[in-house]
């Protein structure tokens, strides 16, 4: 597989030259800079094609050409948006860009409650923590019926942090959920909003009604819209599975499980309708056996995130090791390199460690965390191609 690295443009600390210099062979990044919605300029593309390509490295996928809210929840406008998202696909294509992450998960992007979560050895990682996520949702941002959504014992909890939460506490909430894993890719929450419970709960508000059927019939629309600039132009687009694979916020989840990617192929069965297989969202969902699905669907993948999590028995998750967790990284990277092996591929919430914590860079990517996930992938993909070559596997 291609070592690539989800890289921010040319404002993030991580230069291209560092990337370079630790074995990365392509780069993942997005046009950071235009809104949501708008047109990507065939320029812009070329621009940012060419900057890295004078830096030894490929721009290898677009991560994430955003689908706007419009177009999930089925909009007044959601045709004119298609018609920009279709251009800027052209645009891509035209500049030999032609892999295209993207998602279909309403509102949030991926849900974290902790984001420097400690470990035993000194480093932290990302942390998902159900109490913690129900508080949220039923005494800061008080959806309507929430309380319902929950195990009687996950409320008992959520009373029990009721009598002990500070300002500060719930405020490091809101950061931590809406915010921090949010404004950075270019979200629907900015880092500078005043008022961002506020834009939450708007946001929120343009799903009501939207049931899982509904939402799966607006992906299956917005799918058979673009597919014929993805034929003209040999680009993939290829789906990120819900992160956490899980019921939130009331919101209807499509991606999840096994049976939300078959459904996702066959609806539009088109060959540039592929997956990102992100064996970390995956693997939080206690549901899912990550190495059958790689199996089942390798043919279909186009891009694949390297991670783990480790799922607890009250239902917390939290980032493992790449070399540890449920997902059986080891095992995928023996499916992929023997069923799919140009695929590209990154590692992905690798902890902070060695000083990572005090740099500022986004939450989930640190350098030196990835730095050294990227080196044990090195190393597996080695010994798997060995295997390979010596018919072992």
Same mark, same amino acid.
């Given at each position: ?26 780069? @993942? /990044? ?31 996928? @677009? ?39 993207? $998602? ?6 991926? *849900? ?6 400690? $470990?035993?050895?000194? /480093? ?47 405020? &490091?909430?809101?950061? $931590? ?12 929450? !900015? ?40 034929? !003209? ?45 992100? *064996? ?20 279909? /993948? &186009?891009? @694949? ?52 914590? &005090?740099?500022?860079?986004? *939450? ?27 018919? &072992?596997?």
């Amino acid at each position: 597989m291609e070592k690539t690295w989800r890289w921010f443009g040319k404002k993030d600390k991580i230069t291209l030259s560092m990337l370079r210099q630790i074995g990365v062979e392509g780069i @993942v /990044t997005a046009l950071h800079d235009i809104p949501n919605g708008q047109v990507w300029p065939y320029d812009a593309v070329v621009e940012m094609r060419d900057y890295i390509a004078a830096a030894g490295l490929r721009w290898s996928v @677009v991560e994430s050409l955003p689908v706007c809210e419009s177009i999930k929840y089925g909009g007044a406008d959601r045709d004119r948006l298609i018609e920009n998202y279709i251009e800027s696909l052209a645009h891509l294509g035209q500049a030999g860009v032609k892999t295209v992450c993207y $998602n279909f998960m309403p509102v949030l992007d991926w *849900a974290r409650t902790d984001l420097e979560h400690p $470990n035993p050895d000194g /480093t932290s990682s990302l942390y998902f923590d159900r109490a913690d996520f129900a508080y949220f949702d039923c005494c800061i941002l008080k959806r309507k019926g929430a309380e319902a959504d929950y195990a009687p014992e996950t409320m008992e909890q959520v009373e029990r942090k009721r009598k002990t939460m500070t300002p500060e506490g719930e405020h &490091k909430l809101v950061e $931590n959920i809406i915010i921090k894993t949010q404004g950075f890719v270019n979200g629907n929450i !900015r880092e500078d909003d005043e008022r961002p419970v506020e834009v939450f709960r708007g946001l929120l508000g343009l799903y009501e009604g939207i049931t899982r059927e509904q939402l799966r019939e607006n992906l299956r629309y917005f799918l058979s819209a673009v597919m014929p600039v993805c034929d !003209r132009y040999g680009v993939d687009l290829c789906v990120h599975p819900d992160d956490p694979p899980l019921q939130i916020l009331g919101l209807p989840r499509i991606v999840s499980c096994d049976d939300d990617i078959r459904w996702l192929l066959e609806a539009v069965d088109n060959p540039h309708n592929g997956l990102t297989f992100c *064996a970390g969202s995956l693997s939080a969902g206690a549901h899912n056996d990550v190495p059958r699905l790689a199996r089942k669907y390798a043919s279909r /993948t &186009k891009f @694949v995130h390297l991670r783990s999590t480790d799922v607890l028995p009250n239902g917390d998750f939290k980032e493992a090791s790449h070399l540890a967790g449920r997902a059986g990284i080891i095992d995928l990277v023996r499916i992929f390199e023997k069923e799919n092996p140009a695929l590209p591929m990154r590692v992905d919430h690798a902890p902070l460690m060695l000083g990572d914590e &005090k740099m500022g860079y986004n *939450a989930g990517y640190s350098f030196h965390g990835r730095m050294l996930a990227l080196g044990q992938m090195e190393g597996v993909m080695a010994v798997v191609d060995r295997e390979i070559a010596e018919g &072992k596997i």
